[in-house]
């Protein structure tokens, strides 16, 4: 669960959209590689999927963190050149692991600047 003293849904969609050039919700599903809807479901549950923060870090170093709270470092570089913060496959959480522990362990080394393998 997110603290919304911690979180403020609109806030954070702000921060996506001027860190991605969109402009529209079209703009950032096509972005993002989800469909229109998934953009207003996330909307009306004033909630965004931890898929898509991982997304946003991938394909531009976007700190999650700093999507979520406005806090901390805009961008997560790497410690070496030409490394990927995230590779292009993770394995798959077991099932007993929290997305949002699983998010937070991949924040974390990506914060440390550990490749992720």
Not at 40 to 58: F, G, V
Request: glycine share 6%; net charge positive.
């Amino acid at each position: 669960m997110m603290d919304n003293n911690f979180f403020d849904y609109s806030l954070a969609m702000e921060r996506i959209k001027s860190v991605t050039g969109c402009k529209t919700q079209q703009d950032l599903a096509k972005f993002l590689g989800v469909s229109q809807s998934c953009i207003s479901d996330a909307k009306k549950r004033m909630a965004i999927p931890a898929e898509w923060l991982l997304k946003l870090l991938k394909k531009q170093g976007i700190n999650p963190d700093w999507v979520r709270s406005g806090m901390g470092a805009q961008y997560l570089h790497p410690s070496e050149d030409n490394v990927n913060i995230l590779p292009n496959s993770m394995p798959k959480p077991s099932s007993s692991c929290l997305m949002q522990e699983f998010f937070f362990a991949l924040v974390r080394r990506a914060m440390d600047g550990k490749k992720l393998t």
